[in-house]
Each structure stands twice: as C-alpha cells, then as structure tokens.
C-alpha cells in the first residue's frame, strides 16, 4: 500500500491486482426507493453512470440484491462494452423480499448460482471483484470462504473481498482465499471499524468504506465540517471524502448519488487537500460528528 503522502499515488492505488482511482462510485441510490426496483428515471440513471466513467471513475460498487438486478443491468445498458480498465465490484451473500428488507443466504450453491447471474447481467467472463456481502452466520464460514475460493480457481473471479466483518472473520477468509478488499460502514462521524482498517492497512488490503457520506447526512454539518468546507472553498461532503482519503493509503471511498450535481462535487474532492491541522481538527471532531451517523439505513445494517 503506497503512503498518500507520496503524491503520484495520492489518487491511485490497487485492490489486489487491480489499478484504480481511489475514489469510486457507488450504485445502491441508482433503484427506486428501498433500493428495491427501477429507478424513477431510468435515462438519468445510466447518464449518471457514463458521466462517472467520463470524470474518470474507474471503480464501480454494484451489487445483485440492489433491485435486485437492476444496477448490475444498468451498469452493462450505461457501459458495455466496457472501457480497458475499468473494475467493477459485486457483492453476492443476501437475498431480497421486498423494499428495505435483506437477509443473508450464504449457502455455496446459492453464491455460485448469484455468481453466475452476476457474470449474465454484466455481461462479463470474469467478475473483477466479487464481495461476499455479509458472512452468512447460519452457515459455517468455511463454506461460504471456500465458495469464494473455488470461483476464484475456476476463473469466474478475479478478486475476493469481504463486508462487514471483524478482524477475525478477515483471518478466517485469508487461511482459505486471498482477500483483496474489506467493505464496511466507516465515515467521518462513523468509525467503528477503526481496528479493521487498520489491519486491511497493515496487511495490503483495500478498505472500501460504505455511507461514506453518511448518506448524505454529512452534508449538512453545520459544524466542524462546515468550518473546514469554508475555509477551503468546498461542501461538507468533499471535506468528509477529503478526509477519508487522507485517513488511509488504504481507503476507496465509494459515495453513491442518482444526482449528476453531486456526482461532480464528489470527483472534485478527488483534488481536495486538507492541510494537517484541518485533518487533525476533523479526526478530533468525532463525538461532534457522531449525530450525523445513522447505521441501519434501507434495512442495511452494520453486523
Ligand atoms: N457493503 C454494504 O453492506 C453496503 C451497504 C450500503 C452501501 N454500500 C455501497 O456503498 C455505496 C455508498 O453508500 P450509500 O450510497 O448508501 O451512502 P453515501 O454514499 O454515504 O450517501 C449517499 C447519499 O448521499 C447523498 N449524496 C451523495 N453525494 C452528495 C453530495 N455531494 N451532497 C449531498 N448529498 C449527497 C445521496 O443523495 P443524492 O442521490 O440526492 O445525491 C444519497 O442519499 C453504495 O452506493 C453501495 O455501493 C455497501
């Protein structure tokens, strides 16, 4: 993992064997409401995909249980067929019932099958990251790691990673699979998974922290964020993503928006440098912070 003081790779780095642009784009707001179903405007939704890649975004989250379907089959209606280097991450280990509701199934049958649907929607050989969701606890975690391992062997996965799971978790996976990156809520006024990121950080593996907007709620920090945003000329939420980059060589932040505004605001905190006693006011700031975190949101909760 490069240090982001070294300023060729501030903006870059890999996930396992993959060359990205640390921050990437999330696609769970690209559904209707409850991240279940169409989007209300579909046109918009594929122009706010193209426009990411155009602004250079070359990281893309996705999922099968988002819809379900619909941003896997979005993401190959906007880009297919894709541009040279271009990764896209999905997820597979939860099932939908309806608007808000998620349960995970990690059965190796059930990951394989979502695998397979994965590679169809994307319309791909080779998924380049594949995310076990949530480890499945009604299932022994052999079983769902070794899932894992045998699609990567079978060449069906290029990378591994994990969400939402404890340093021990992390161990288990990496004694059966190689694990690329770790997915879990982590942001400004959320930073629970601290010892985590740590460990991803010592051991070379990318931390993709999810809301990290705190979905959208950073935004409207009348406090020390907003102080840091003015002296800067920026919003809350480029400070908040400034912040992230900077808190670890080893982060990709994934903002997900269905607003081509904020998609533009977001790439531009890419060029956001926060001097180190703004860096250092934010990390303080955290009980301030700490109203504006809301885990559980769409039913998505923290483990
Ligand atoms: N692994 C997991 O379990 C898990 C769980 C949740 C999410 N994820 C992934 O993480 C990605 C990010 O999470 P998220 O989308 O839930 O949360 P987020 O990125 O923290 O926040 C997204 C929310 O913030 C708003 N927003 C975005 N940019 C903004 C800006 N510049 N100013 C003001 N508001 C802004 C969006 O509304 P607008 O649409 O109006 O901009 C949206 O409501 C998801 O897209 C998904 O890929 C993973």
């Given at each position: 993992?490069?240090?982001?003081?070294?300023?060729?790779?501030?903006?870059?780095?890999?996930?396992?064997?993959?060359?990205?642009?640390?921050?990437?784009?999330?696609?769970?707001?690209?559904?209707?409401?409850?991240?279940?179903?169409?989007?209300?405007?579909?046109?918009?939704?594929?122009?706010?995909?193209?426009?990411?890649?155009?602004?250079?975004?070359?990281?893309?989250?996705?999922?099968?249980?988002?819809?379900?379907?619909?941003?896997?089959e979005?993401?190959?209606?906007?880009?297919?067929?894709?541009?040279?280097?271009?990764?896209?991450?999905?997820?597979?280990?939860?099932?939908?019932?309806?608007?808000?509701?998620?349960?995970?199934?990690?059965?190796?049958?059930?990951?394989?099958?979502?695998?397979?649907?994965?590679?169809?929607?994307?319309?791909?050989?080779?998924?380049?990251?594949?995310?076990?969701h949530?480890?499945?606890?009604?299932?022994?975690?052999?079983?769902?790691?070794?899932?894992?391992?045998?699609?990567?062997?079978?060449?069906?996965?290029?990378?591994?990673?994990?969400?939402?799971?404890?340093?021990?978790?992390?161990?288990?996976?990496?004694?059966?699979?190689?694990?690329?990156?770790?997915?879990?809520?982590?942001?400004?006024?959320?930073?629970?998974?601290?010892d985590?990121?740590?460990?991803?950080?010592?051991?070379?593996?990318?931390?993709?922290?999810?809301?990290?907007?705190?979905?959208?709620?950073?935004?409207?920090?009348?406090?020390?964020?907003?102080?840091?945003?003015?002296e800067?000329?920026?919003?809350?939420?480029?400070?908040?993503?400034?912040?992230?980059?900077?808190?670890?060589?080893?982060?990709?932040?994934?903002?997900?928006?269905?607003?081509?505004?904020?998609?533009?605001?977001?790439?531009?905190?890419?060029?956001?440098?926060?001097?180190?006693a703004?860096?250092?006011a934010?990390?303080?700031?955290?009980?301030?912070?700490?109203?504006?975190?809301?885990a559980?949101?769409?039913?998505?909760?923290?483990?």
């Amino acid at each position: 993992m490069v240090p982001h003081s070294d300023p060729e790779h501030r903006q870059r780095a890999t996930l396992g064997t993959l060359p990205v642009g640390r921050l990437g784009f999330g696609t769970m707001q690209l559904t209707g409401p409850g991240v279940w179903g169409p989007p209300a405007d579909h046109d918009a939704a594929l122009g706010v995909l193209r426009r990411a890649v155009e602004l250079g975004i070359d990281l893309i989250d996705t999922a099968d249980s988002y819809g379900p379907d619909v941003t896997e089959e979005l993401v190959r209606e906007a880009l297919h067929p894709y541009p040279v280097g271009l990764t896209i991450a999905t997820k597979a280990g939860l099932t939908r019932s309806g608007p808000d509701q998620w349960e995970p199934c990690g059965r190796p049958d059930y990951l394989k099958r979502q695998c397979e649907g994965s590679l169809l929607r994307l319309g791909v050989d080779r998924i380049d990251l594949f995310q076990l969701h949530r480890v499945d606890p009604s299932v022994p975690a052999d079983e769902q790691f070794g899932a894992l391992a045998e699609l990567r062997d079978e060449g069906k996965v290029r990378e591994v990673g994990l969400s939402e799971v404890t340093v021990e978790q992390i161990e288990h996976a990496r004694r059966i699979v190689p694990v690329a990156s770790v997915q879990n809520l982590y942001n400004l006024a959320q930073r629970g998974a601290d010892d985590v990121l740590e460990y991803c950080e010592q051991a070379g593996i990318g931390f993709i922290p999810w809301f990290p907007l705190a979905s959208g709620r950073l935004a409207e920090d009348g406090g020390p964020l907003d102080t840091v945003a003015k002296e800067l000329g920026a919003t809350p939420s480029q400070v908040s993503l400034a912040w992230l980059l900077r808190r670890s060589p080893a982060i990709f932040p994934i903002p997900g928006t269905s607003s081509p505004v904020h998609l533009e605001e977001n790439c531009a905190a890419r060029d956001l440098e926060l001097s180190d006693a703004q860096f250092a006011a934010l990390t303080d700031a955290r009980r301030e912070l700490r109203r504006w975190g809301l885990a559980g949101r769409n039913g998505l909760a923290a483990s």
